[in-house]
């Protein structure tokens, strides 16, 4: 009787995995990659995935596509080494068995993409990042300067956002005040760890003026949250300073934004006086929080 309920089970499973768009894009690909030959995106769209579901599951790994190596650039710099199949998985929603490795053999097999990294041929990994063949590349340089510091000592880009219970923040709200603009999502794992440490430290400055606004990713990054699980995560965290989604104009000013979390801060004149990536820890946070507040 166990040995039919697993079978079941199991059956169970590959049936919802067939189901799934994403995977039947993921399998296909897989299967499908040529050293040395493009993966043309029109043809797939064209002949091969005509299902809406499926073509909105193509146009979402597109999207991530020219983003991987801006996040692998970013990451190498914010850590010192390269990030696993798992951290590329988890910042950018891969849950196909073997995504992450899908979209890198592509990458690799791409004569039009710059050669940036170096893998491990037996397990995927990547065990080398070249930064300078990013930042040299035509296509990915100016965003990947921009990405790690472009905005630094420069005016912030206005913040006009719907926030998750539905009330507008316009740029007014923050005219005058220090600030801290937090973009994030809502599986991301380091994010998990560093909205905590600002709900402590929110609770600490903001009776010395600090304002902190949370920019949800969810929806620019196609990720499939429902709003009812983004609010669970509010009330969990305990987050008492707004949370908005964020918006294609706000990404286009802001970004690109590559690795989650990225945090902004901003002075009384509106002027981005730091940018920090990836996790943070709270000595970390107050300490350019109150350099922020003395400026």
């Given amino acids: 009787m166990a040995l039919g309920w697993a079978?079941?089970?199991?059956?169970?499973?590959?049936s919802q995995a067939a189901d799934d768009p994403e995977t039947r894009v993921v399998e296909y690909l897989e299967a499908?990659?040529?050293?040395?030959?493009?993966?043309?995106?029109?043809?797939?769209?064209?002949?091969v995935f005509t299902a809406p579901e499926e073509r909105a599951a193509l146009e979402r790994l597109f999207n991530t596509f020219f983003k991987i190596p801006l996040f692998v650039a970013q990451f190498q710099q914010?850590?010192?080494?390269?990030?696993?199949?798992?951290e590329l998985s988890e910042q950018f929603g891969f849950h196909v068995p073997g995504e992450a490795n899908v979209l890198l053999r592509i990458m690799g097999s791409d004569p039009r993409m710059p050669r940036f990294l170096e893998r491990d041929p037996g397990t995927g990994e990547i065990t080398r990042v070249d930064v300078s063949a990013i930042t040299s590349h035509p296509r990915f340089g100016k965003l990947l300067e921009r990405s790690l510091a472009g905005l630094v000592g420069k005016a912030a880009p206005p913040l006009a956002l719907e926030a998750f219970d539905g009330s507008s923040l316009s740029p007014a709200r923050f005219e005058g005040k220090p600030r801290l603009v937090y973009f994030w999502f809502t599986g991301c794992p380091p994010c998990l760890s560093t909205t905590p440490l600002l709900v402590k430290v929110y609770a600490r400055y903001a009776p010395k003026g600090l304002e902190i606004v949370a920019v949800n990713a969810d929806r620019v990054l196609?990720?499939?949250?429902?709003?009812?699980?983004?609010?669970?995560?509010?009330?969990?965290?305990?987050?008492?300073?707004?949370?908005?989604?964020?918006?294609?104009?706000?990404?286009?000013?802001?970004?690109?934004?590559?690795?989650?979390?990225?945090?902004?801060f901003v002075d009384r004149d509106g002027i981005v006086v730091e940018q920090l990536v990836a996790a943070q820890d709270e000595a970390t946070l107050s300490a350019v929080i109150e350099k922020l507040l003395v400026q």
Avoid: C, M
């Avoid at 079978?7 to 590959?14: E, R, S, W």
């Avoid at 040529?34 to 043309?40: A, E, F, I, K, M």
């Avoid at 850590?79 to 199949?85: D, M, N, V």
């Fill in 32 to 47: 499908h990659v040529r050293p040395g030959q493009p993966v043309v995106v029109s043809t797939l769209y064209n002949e």
């Fill in 7 to 14: 079978t079941l089970a199991l059956a169970a499973l590959l």
């Fill in 78 to 86: 914010a850590e010192g080494r390269p990030p696993s199949l798992a």
């Fill in 222 to 264: 196609r990720l499939p949250y429902s709003d009812e699980q983004r609010n669970a995560y509010v009330r969990k965290l305990g987050i008492g300073f707004p949370v908005a989604y964020e918006t294609p104009e706000v990404e286009k000013t802001w970004g690109p934004i590559s690795v989650f979390p990225t945090l902004f």
